[in-house]
């Protein structure tokens, strides 16, 4: 690929995220740059930096919309399937505790 054709992708690809920040998150492509500097480049929750082949994903409230922080793409997966839900995120914390410990100590149910 020519250095004119990927600075033009480079370009491209700017622009798209640019407004597809601003269109489905309501901030700005330097909000998102702001927030990734902020958590030094790497997940909210499993501090895996992100790849050159995937940035961070916006996490944000599904209910009010708004922005909570960048996450890897298995740990934003992660809260979607726990439905943004406390009470069964606590409940999936009890049952990885649980099999954890009877795993250590030897101790099944």
């Not at 599904?62 to 979607?80: F, K, M, Q």
């Amino acid at each position: 690929m020519s250095a004119t054709r990927r600075n033009n992708k480079e370009r491209h690809n700017t622009y798209v995220r640019r407004h597809a920040y601003r269109a489905k998150y309501g901030i700005s492509l330097e909000k998102y740059e702001e927030m990734c500097k902020e958590q030094n480049g790497v997940c909210a929750i499993c501090h895996k930096p992100e790849s050159q082949k995937k940035r961070l994903a916006i996490d944000h409230d599904h209910e009010t919309g708004l922005v909570r922080a960048l996450l890897c793409n298995s740990c934003n997966a992660a809260i979607g399937f726990l439905q943004d839900d406390i009470g069964i995120a606590s409940n999936a914390l009890a049952y990885l505790t649980k099999y954890k410990n009877a795993l250590n100590t030897g101790e099944e149910n």
